[in-house]
Every structure is written in C-alpha cells, then in structure tokens.
C-alpha cells in the first residue's frame, strides 16, 4: 500500500520554527522527488519548495526563500520541511507530494506533476 504520511505540525508564535515531516511506505522515496504545498483558509493550495532525485536540488517559492529548507533521508525513506522565522501568512495545512518524473521545465510547481500526496499537516502561527 502506497502512503505518503505527513507529520510535524502544530501551533507556533510568530518567530518560531517547525520541523514537518514526510514520511514514504510502500515505495521507495530515493526514486521520486518531494514537494510541498500549503493551503490556508480560503485560498488555493500554492507550491513552496521541491528537491529533486538524485542530485537532490532545492527549489523555493519567494515567499518561503531563505526562511524554509527542504532535506531528505532517503535511508529513512523520510523527506523534511524545515521552517524558521515563521509568519502568521505562513499558517496553513502542508501536504507533501512524491513525483517519479525528472523536469528541467519547473513542472514540480505543479500539482498533477505528482503522484502521491500526504493527507496534509495543520500549521498554526498565532501569538
């Protein structure tokens, strides 16, 4: 059975920081890569970070550059979102997603671009 689970979420004041987690059963995540979207409230789910297969290359949406780091275990079968200097604007449920597909052309902007999804994580950024 093919899962994406992920984890980590939870309140935090404006400031802080957040490890989420992603965690891979039933395939192997070293053959995919891993993106993260969020959805706040109201709003469409946006994409705000990717790493890549094998050369494990990072991508960053600018509302999240320089704050977030995308990392991956693949000997835990485990992706990983980190967050520091969290804003309010950044609460919201993050879902992780797994693609086999290898693109030059920025597709993993997008959502069909993956296979697999997580069922999401809520984030809450409050003081």
């Known amino acids: 059975d093919v899962q994406l689970q992920a984890s980590g979420g939870g309140w935090v004041q404006p400031g802080g920081a957040l490890r989420l987690s992603c965690a891979a059963s039933?395939?192997?995540?070293?053959?995919?890569?891993i993106g993260w979207f969020r959805q706040a409230p109201g709003k469409e789910r946006e994409w705000i970070s990717c790493?890549?297969?094998?050369?494990?290359?990072?991508y960053y949406a600018d509302s999240v550059k320089g704050r977030f780091t995308i990392s991956r275990e693949d000997a835990k079968n485990t992706a990983y979102l980190h967050m520091n200097s969290l804003k309010p604007e950044d609460a919201a449920v993050y879902y992780c997603?797994?693609?086999?597909?290898?693109?030059?052309?920025?597709?993993?902007?997008?959502?069909?671009?993956?296979?697999?999804w997580g069922q999401g994580t809520l984030v809450t950024v409050s003081s």
């Open positions: 790493i890549t297969q094998s050369d494990s290359n990072t």
């Open positions: 997603a797994a693609s086999p597909r290898r693109d030059s052309a920025r597709n993993w902007r997008r959502q069909w671009w993956y296979d697999y």
């Open positions: 039933g395939f192997s995540l070293d053959d995919y890569a």
